[in-house]
């Protein structure tokens, strides 16, 4: 552990500390896994259900508001803001900078939207 102890205090130490549960003793210990730091994967899936939802409302309220010509560049432009706004959410919720994971999503988000349009024109499906 380099908590300068004697070699039979550290023996104690290490038999009194994995007696009941040496993976768990492990994890703290040598990992610095423990229970706030263990991954909740159903309050993750919901949480992933609940934004892609809200993310999912904005463009639609566009394509209830905005004229049809301007249709295509408004829902690009909003869903860009709200994935920016819901990325620097996320961030700050996180404990992590704004900027960098802010820019990320936004990015890929566009380049999704991007790829998808792409795949649209090419299959000739789009307006």
Known sequence: MGRDLTPDLALQLAVQLTEKDALSAHARDELGISEMTTARPIQTAFTSAATFSV????????????????LIQAVALASLAFLALLGA?????????????????MLWG?????LTAGIGL???ISG
Do not use: E, K, S, Y
Request: avoid cysteine; charge should be positive.
């Open 89 to 105: 959410v996320g961030a700050r919720t996180g404990g992590a900078g704004i900027f960098r994971p802010t820019l990320r999503v």
């Open 110 to 114: 566009a380049l999704a939207m991007a």
């Open 55 to 70: 993310g999912a409302a904005l463009p639609l309220v566009m394509v209830l508001v905005v004229p049809r010509p301007w």
């Open 122 to 124: 090419l299959f000739a």
